[in-house]
């Protein structure tokens, strides 16, 4: 499969398939790459779609730069990677996956991608946040004097937390498709129908998948909900 290497201000990125007026831009999700794009962009060439992918902050050829992953630089990255797609293709629909989804709603809410399909996103940040902040033990009040906590999975920040507070998803008027797991521990099935009510969104429930569908059998119910939606 044609897949190559490009920079988006310096930000690695590669372009999939063979030239297409139509195009996929892939947000991965946490601990991924623009390389774990290879699997969607494969069924998206042969629906006649290229795919582009990039690493996000702290990802892929980017660990090691001195940067986060969180919400200003994702927002950031994804503005520049948008600019890109809309100026060299004529069609462009979205793919996010995880915390790449959250960006997603943040960053997009006003650029016209004709279809969405998102994969075990976090549509409600400060849901998964009091999440953490249960299961590591660490009060609201604790987090406010010490502004940041690490925890085994990922460090609480007193910042990003009044941010997710303060900006809630209120917009979204992309058609968006939406694979939930339904052991998905990160967001509930509650907040994903919320969300998916509010906006319209199609959703469909992997009743024994998690939130990585990583395990026996899950390979297979992606492709099988992308054929479908792509």
């Excluded at 998916?196 to 390979?219: C, I, P, Q, Y």
Aim: hydrophobic share 40%; with cysteine.
């Amino acid at each position: 499969m044609l897949a190559v290497k490009i920079k988006l201000c310096n930000i690695p990125a590669i372009v999939w398939g063979e030239k297409s007026d139509k195009v996929y831009l892939f947000v991965h999700g946490k601990m991924a790459s623009k390389e774990s794009a290879e699997a969607f962009a494969r069924v998206a060439m042969e629906k006649g779609y290229q795919t582009v992918s990039f690493d996000l902050p702290s990802h892929g050829e980017r660990i090691g730069e001195n940067e986060r992953c969180d919400i200003w630089n994702g927002m950031r990255d994804l503005a520049i990677a948008g600019d890109y797609v809309f100026a060299n293709w004529k069609e462009i629909s979205l793919f996010g996956c995880s915390l790449g989804a959250y960006f997603c709603l943040h960053t997009y809410q006003t650029r016209n991608f004709k279809k969405c399909l998102f994969q075990s996103p976090i549509v409600d940040m400060e849901y998964l946040i009091r999440q953490m902040m249960g299961w590591f033990d660490v009060p609201e009040e604790r987090l406010a004097q010490e502004k940041e906590v690490e925890t085994p999975i990922d460090i609480l920040s007193w910042e990003y937390y009044q941010y997710v507070k303060t900006h809630p998803i209120r917009k979204w008027n992309i058609p968006t498709d939406i694979l939930f797991g339904g052991k998905d521990n990160l967001q509930s099935l509650t907040v994903m129908r919320s969300f998916a009510d509010r906006f319209n969104s199609v959703l469909t429930v992997a009743e024994n998948s998690e939130h990585s569908f990583m395990e026996k059998g899950d390979s297979i119910i992606v492709e099988e909900w992308l054929r479908e939606n792509i």
